[in-house]
């Protein structure tokens, strides 16, 4: 039987461009993963590593105009956003490059023999390795970003793990031009361009994540598509780690005095969150907690006048676009939920934008309105209206993991006088007061996701150090992140040398620190 043909499709019309690839049979991905399980030797050397991830930025770069049109031409998100996710993504191939110059991640500590000590501490020196092949599954709202060249497989090429990356349907050209790229990058330095392989189709994503050589993965999608892959990495014979990305509410938090003072600008900023990339941000709010009374009254009304504004927009694929306007009809159809401005079809191709309104009591109660908490992707939001802090505290005790959680809070709300932090008891609630109140709902929102965000908005992650882009379950399935420096332990794991000999040691480990690495040496760190 012959291979199923991959087709390029335009989502602004839902016709097939141009016929790239074929499926790949159970043969070529064991050829892809084999290829990259060769190839591990050739990324040992940091300084090889540094090189290609820096040459892999300049390659996007210099096919910029190339990968933005071909970009848009699958996915319909515009050159500017394009133009703006590529900058993202040769950005952060480069500060993965910085880091495994630096040497930090690696981690490494040594504790000199003391036989003093009861009982007795021989010599041990730990440092981290990499993994094996990963195994990369790409986003279909990111195609560059969460994709070929994006955080997964920059942050494994860092830690000395080839990739093998399953491309996504919805951006098949992409994806061949990128893993091109950064194929001819890995040849310019060296590396067999077998550390970087690609393969498309769904038999070949789960003969991916089955694969005796893949040593572990990472996933960016859906619920359904991600726990299935999930339970066949944790099924193996060897079980392997899977971080994936699978879905998020993104609750907001509306205090009083938040909408008090700025029942507009809330009102708008949501708008704009929720919208942006129509609705298709794994960090889109989708569910925003405001207070009944005149001040949520407000709020709505900004919410409305700004949301009837969005133009109609066209969704990654058809399916998705279905499956949009299938949830909202079923959302809507539950009793007291309305539709001040009505989400749905916008036309043959596109979507409009628009959200929900419906009282929080309901989703305290559960049953049938938990629907509205699970994630509807596309542009939507719920707007709940809650009656007092119980109430609101009832449909917090009831929401699964998330990305993010956000809280808008009154100048009152937000500390002490001049900066001051809040008092331990204001913290537990025993004090009330505003400061006391905002601390507390901070309190109640860590829990449940891994960024919480304070007089802002979810859209947008930022590749900084100290960036978490995770959350607990069905957020992700581990507790890392994916964007940022620390997202390449993913791809690593500890080791240590007990009472080695000097000539046998790695050189990360040797007393002199030939290779110049940050490490702790007997308790005390050494930059």
Known sequence: MAAAPVWSVDPRTGKQRERVAVEATSAEVDAAVRAAHDARGALADRTVRAALLRRAAGQLDGAA???????????????????????????????????????????????????????????????????????????????????????????ALAAGCPVVVKAHPDHPATSELCAALLRRAAAEVGVPEGAIGLVHGFEAGIELVRHPLVAAAGFTGSVRGGRALYDAAAARPHPIPFHGELGSLNPVVVTEAAAEERADEIGAGLAGSMTLGTGQFCVKPGLVLAPRGPAGDRLERALADAVSATEAGVLLDHRMRDDFVDGVRERTALPGVEAPVTPGAGGEHTVGAGFLAVPADRLADGGAHDLLLEECFGPVTVLARYTDEAELGAVLARLPGNLTATLQLGAGECGGEDGAPVPPGDRTGSAGGGAGRGARLLAALTPLAGRVVVNGWPTGVAVAPAQHHGGPYPATTSTSTSVGGTAVERWLRPVAYQDTPPALLPPELREDNPLHLPRRVDGRYEG
């Open 65 to 155: 105009e190339r990968i933005v049109e071909a970009a848009d031409a699958e996915t319909a998100l515009g050159p500017a956003r394009l133009t703006g996710e590529l900058a993202r993504t040769t950005y952060q191939l480069r500060v993965f490059a910085d880091l495994v110059e630096e040497g930090a991640f690696l981690d490494v500590r040594i504790d000199h023999a003391d036989p003093a000590l009861t009982p007795p501490r021989p010599d041990l020196r730990r440092y981290k390795i990499p993994l094996g092949v990963v195994a990369v599954y790409a986003a279909s709202n990111f195609p560059l970003a969460f994709s070929v060249p994006g955080g997964d497989t920059a942050s």
